[in-house]
C-alpha cells in the first residue's frame, strides 16, 4: 500500500494526450511538498522526468507537464509516441515519516 | 556528468545482512545527500534511506530498524547494510542522488544507479 495513490494503468492511441493522477494526503502534497515524476522504461532505472511538479530536466520533451493542486497531482503526456510506454511514478516528501515516498506507479501503454 | 554504480553481492541467505556499495563518478560526493530505494520484482519503488557527504542520516521508519547507510568521502563512496534480511527484501536495489532547491518544498531523485538485483534465499 502506498503513501501516494496513482491508476494502475493508463493507455492511449498515438498522438493522443494521456494524464496520470497521483492522490496524497495531508503530510505531504496536501503539506504543500512538491511532486517529481520519475520514467521507467522496460528493464531499465527509472528517471527523472518533472521536478518541482513542473520543470523538465535537459533533454525532457516539453510534450510532459506537470501540475499540482491541493493533495493531488498530475502528469501530462501529450502527442503520445511508442516510445512514451513505460511505467511512471509519483514521488514527494512526508512530513509524518521524514523522508519520501512514491506512488504505486502507472503502467502507460500505447495502443 | 555524475554517475551512480552499484555493486554487491547478487544473492543473500535468510537473516543475514545484505552490503551493497554505490561508487560516484563523474563528481564529488560532498555537498550533496545520497540515498538507497528499492523496487521488488515487478512491484513499485520504496524508499530506504538517505545520507549527507558528512553523515548525517534518515532512514524510512518501516526499515530504520535494521538498515544502517555509511559514507566513504576517500572512495567516493556510500553504502548500504540491512540486516536480518528475508525473501521479502528481495529486490533491486538503486543508490541515487538526492536533489533539494530552496523555491522547491521537498527533494527529489537524479540521477540514479542502473541498479542491481539482490536475491535473498538460502
Known amino acids: 500500500q502506498s503513501v501516494l495513490t496513482q491508476p494502475p494503468s493508463v493507455s492511449g492511441a498515438p498522438g493522443q494526450r494521456v494524464t496520470i493522477s497521483c492522490t496524497g494526503g495531508?503530510?505531504?502534497?496536501?503539506?504543500?511538498?512538491?511532486v517529481h515524476w520519475y520514467q521507467q522504461l522496460p528493464g531499465t532505472a527509472p528517471k527523472l522526468l518533472i521536478y518541482?511538479?513542473?520543470n523538465r530536466p535537459s533533454g525532457v520533451p516539453d510534450r510532459f507537464s506537470g501540475s499540482k493542486s491541493g493533495a493531488s497531482a498530475s502528469l501530462a503526456i501529450t502527442g503520445l509516441q511508442a516510445e512514451d510506454e513505460a511505467d511512471y511514478y509519483c514521488?514527494?516528501?512526508?512530513?509524518?515519516?521524514?523522508?519520501?515516498?512514491f506512488g504505486g506507479g502507472t503502467k502507460l501503454t500505447v495502443l | 556528468q555524475v554517475q551512480l554504480q552499484e555493486s554487491g553481492p547478487g544473492l543473500v541467505k535468510p537473516s543475514e545482512t545484505l552490503s551493497l556499495s554505490c561508487t560516484v563518478s563523474?563528481?564529488?560526493?560532498?555537498?550533496?545527500?545520497w540515498s538507497w530505494i528499492r523496487q521488488p520484482p515487478g512491484k513499485g519503488l520504496e524508499w530506504i534511506g538517505s545520507?549527507?557527504?558528512?553523515?548525517?542520516?534518515n532512514y524510512n521508519p518501516s526499515l530504520k530498524s535494521r538498515v544502517t547507510i555509511s559514507v566513504d568521502t576517500s572512495k567516493n563512496q556510500f553504502s548500504l547494510n540491512l540486516r536480518s534480511v528475508t525473501a521479502a527484501d528481495t529486490a533491486l536495489y538503486y543508490c541515487?542522488?538526492?536533489?533539494?532547491?530552496?523555491?522547491?518544498?521537498?527533494?527529489?531523485?537524479?540521477?540514479w544507479g542502473q541498479g542491481t538485483l539482490v536475491t535473498v534465499s538460502s
Open positions: 514521488q514527494s516528501y512526508d512530513s509524518s515519516l521524514s523522508g519520501s515516498v
Open positions: 563523474g563528481g564529488s560526493i560532498s555537498s550533496y545527500y
Open positions: 545520507i549527507s557527504y558528512s553523515g548525517t542520516t
Open positions: 495531508d503530510s505531504n502534497i496536501g503539506a504543500g511538498y512538491d
Open positions: 518541482g511538479h513542473n
Open positions: 541515487a542522488r538526492r536533489r533539494v532547491d530552496t523555491f522547491i518544498p521537498g527533494n527529489w531523485f537524479d540521477p
